[in-house]
């Protein structure tokens, strides 16, 4: 099974934190991200992303530019949020897929690829807004790291 973790795009300053927009340049950064994985030929099987609107924006252009015509839909998951506490059971009642979208929020996401990774300090990985962390898990418990990408790369 591969795990895409993608950090939402850049967002838009504001009070309501659930509800901040992604930015102009959030909205370009996902579309190249989403560009990439294309000419990658990676489509997804299931896709979840956090119920804040920047991470929902988000997980919804990655799907539009790739998975076009037909898409998985697009389940809202707490276990996204900062503050979810059991990520791991969340990931093992998922079921079966090949390849798996799942949007989130630093520094939880970061801290979760960490902890699949088996790297213990977390404050190694700086998952950039936008960026993607590719994983490969046989069990959900461990996996390797097939590729890590920035929006500034794309």
Not at 9 to 29: E, F, I, Q
Not at 35 to 53: H, K, N, T
Not at 106 to 113: C, I, K, Q, T, Y
Request: hydrophobic share 45%.
């Amino acid at each position: 099974m591969n795990l895409l973790f993608l950090r939402h795009a850049d967002a838009v300053a504001g009070r309501d934190d659930a509800r901040r927009p992604l930015s102009t340049a959030g909205k370009r950064d996902a579309r190249r991200l989403a560009r990439f994985l294309q000419r990658a030929g990676i489509r997804f099987d299931a896709a979840y992303s956090s119920p804040l609107v920047r991470a929902r924006q988000t997980a919804e252009i990655v799907l539009a530019i790739t998975q076009a015509p037909r898409k998985p839909k697009l389940s809202l998951a707490d276990a996204l949020l900062n503050e979810a506490t059991d990520f791991a059971g969340w990931l093992e009642s998922l079921p079966e897929a090949q390849t798996v979208l799942l949007v989130g929020h630093a520094p939880s996401l970061g801290e979760r690829v960490c902890g699949l990774l088996g790297v213990a300090d977390a404050s190694r990985l700086k998952l950039a807004k936008g960026g993607l962390a590719c994983l490969e898990t046989d069990d959900r418990r461990g996996a390797r790291l097939k590729f890590l990408v920035s929006p500034k790369v794309l």
